[in-house]
């Protein structure tokens, strides 16, 4: 005789055997024993979370007459009764379990209420467990809308559906609602520990953990795939055979995913998506481990405690929060979740998740990792001068809003503050010095807004730059002395003013000390930009104010521009 699948030889006999499902089992207890029951319940969840369990331990519960043959309705079925008996191995009379997604239409719900005004042949009720109800057809809901609100006493209904959300309203007032859970990870590990343990049968730690990721919540996932790893791997579960089997991901190769991207070693990553190919891995699968273990690491670099130490990969994750940039890991994560949905339009899986590597190393933000291979030498800087204003066309009429004569002497102030800065060109160099008698270099002073606009800077480092302005400059022998105020003091963290540091040091060709303090900034290089930006717009709304066909549009169809929406080209 062949033996019975894990599923079915560990299904849930009693309350007391049911994993993960407190909230449920608490209140049907409660209802058993205070005897406050109602005439239908629904039971919603997931595959494979109990909802069948549950039907069948309540018909127990409601039909057993003890081993004695007298015993009342319990929370606690004795399993030996004969109802009890006869409900689990499936050969009850009095408990009739129907499948909705094959007897769906109005004539089948019409036999089976036939049927319920009848007595019950032996038991105390006859229930009637209905599954997967949102598969009813719209008649067969309705037909059964008056038996499901005022049913014979003797009749109790129990629905079960993996999407309540197809279910009428009107079916879902007249039942008592539970939503099971779907199970955590920890506590089908815990479960499968015991099964295994029960069953003889040696494992692995780690294996039951990839086992357990794999089922999604589902216990009877979880159990079906033991049972399936069980016979792969010839009687024992460990990891290299289950990995083999789900065709998932070992923990090391993502750990040196990462590391190659930490090195800019796009190589070593073309290699590990070669290397995944030939053995047949899942593709999608090592997207959705990767973006796993990259929410980790991005909640360790914000709340290290949440790092567990019975993970596996607990070492790595501390060891990578160091590596990458919080910015780095968010871009990662977001790659790696987008990719899953891109990968069914690339030629194949193996070069859509190819791409989705290659996509991280191109678009990390601009100044993590090394930056010295990042930013072009200092000896060919690329310096452009500050934008001039748009030349003011001449006004053909006296006439203006009183919104353009109370702005204007305001925007006056961008072409004073431009003719203040110097230009730059390319041949000559930012900073100009002489050396003195105690061999100190006497520096003169840089272009710091020119400076800011051909350094490589991008994200919140650019923006910490572009609100300040330089207040000392001290060039000697030894490096260069920089003291900049800025009117956003708190955009200037640690992390921005050391990459801002490195890209001078690295512009200059020399070491450089810098400290940013808060001040007031009157000649930032985001000051300057919005008065050149604000120029440039109320020039063109004048011009386009001015424009006779404009004229000739509001005069024949009563035509308006609306304010604010002239954009400068």
């Avoid at 979740?337 to 190819?354: K, W």
């Avoid at 310096?383 to 001039?388: G, R």
């Avoid at 930032?524 to 930006?533: E, R």
Wanted: charged share 20%.
């Amino acid at each position: 005789m062949t033996a019975l699948a894990l599923a079915r030889t560990w299904r849930p006999k009693t309350f007391t055997q049911l994993v993960g499902q407190d909230h449920v089992v608490k209140a049907l207890t409660h209802a058993l024993d205070q005897g406050r029951l109602h005439h239908a319940w629904l039971f919603t969840g997931t595959r494979g979370v109990g909802k069948t369990t549950i039907a069948r331990i309540l018909a127990k519960a409601l039909n057993c007459t003890g081993p004695d043959g007298k015993g009342k309705m319990t929370s606690e079925p004795c399993g030996k009764c004969p109802a009890c008996v006869e409900i689990d191995e499936g050969r009850f009379v009095d408990y009739i379990e129907m499948d909705a997604a094959s007897n769906r239409g109005v004539d089948d719900m019409a036999a089976l209420l036939e049927k319920a005004a009848y007595a019950p042949s032996s038991a105390r009720f006859k229930v009637y467990m209905i599954d997967e109800v949102h598969m009813l057809s719209t008649q067969a809901f309705n037909s059964m809308l008056k038996m499901l609100e005022e049913p014979p006493p003797h009749v109790k209904f129990i629905l079960a559906t993996t999407d309540p959300q197809k279910i009428p309203v009107t079916i879902l007032s007249r039942c008592l609602q539970f939503n099971l859970k779907q199970m955590p990870v920890a506590l089908i590990i815990e479960h499968l520990e015991k099964v295994l343990a029960a069953e003889k049968v040696s494992y692995e730690p780690v294996a039951l953990r990839v086992l357990a990721k794999a089922a999604q919540g589902s216990m009877r996932d979880a159990l079906s795939l033991t049972d399936q790893a069980i016979a792969y791997a010839a009687g024992t579960v460990n990891e290299a055979a289950v990995r083999g089997m789900l065709g998932t991901l070992d923990d090391a190769y993502l750990i040196s995913m990462l590391d190659a991207l930490a090195t800019h070693d796009g190589a070593s990553l073309l290699a590990i998506a070669e290397e995944m190919g030939v053995r047949s891995m899942s593709f999608s699968l090592a997207l959705q481990d990767l973006s796993s273990l990259l929410q980790k690491i991005a909640a360790a670099q914000v709340v290290p405690e949440s790092v567990l130490d019975d993970w596996p990969e607990a070492g790595e994750i501390r060891r990578l929060v160091s590596v990458f940039t919080r910015e780095e890991i968010q871009l990662f994560y977001q790659i790696a979740i987008t990719s899953r949905t891109d990968i069914s339009l690339a030629p194949d899986e193996q070069t859509g998740f190819a791409m989705a590597l290659l996509r991280m190393l191109a678009f990390r933000p601009a100044g993590s990792g090394d930056l010295a291979q990042k930013i072009p030498p200092a000896s060919t800087p690329v310096v452009k001068s500050a934008p001039k204003p748009a030349p003011k066309p001449a006004m053909k009429t006296e006439t203006k809003s009183a919104a353009q004569s109370a702005t204007k002497p305001a925007t006056k102030a961008a072409p004073e503050i431009l003719k203040e800065v110097p230009k730059v060109s390319a041949a000559t160099p930012a900073v100009s010095s002489s050396t003195s008698s105690n061999g100190v270099l006497e520096a003169g002073r840089p272009n710091w807004h020119d400076l800011m606009r051909q350094l490589p800077l991008r994200g919140l480092v650019q923006q910490m730059a572009f609100q300040t302005d330089l207040q000392d400059w001290v060039d000697s022998t030894q490096g260069i002395k920089i003291i900049a105020v800025s009117s956003l003091p708190q955009l200037a963290t640690a992390d921005c003013v050391e990459r801002l540091r490195e890209a001078l040091a690295t512009h200059f060709a020399k070491p450089v000390r810098l400290e940013v303090v808060g001040g007031v900034v009157d000649q930032s290089v985001a000051k300057i930009d919005a008065q050149v930006n604000q120029e440039r717009r109320l020039n063109a709304e004048e011009q386009i104010a001015t424009d006779p066909l404009i004229k000739e549009l509001e005069k024949q169809f009563g035509a308006k521009v609306v304010s604010g929406s002239v954009r400068p080209l």
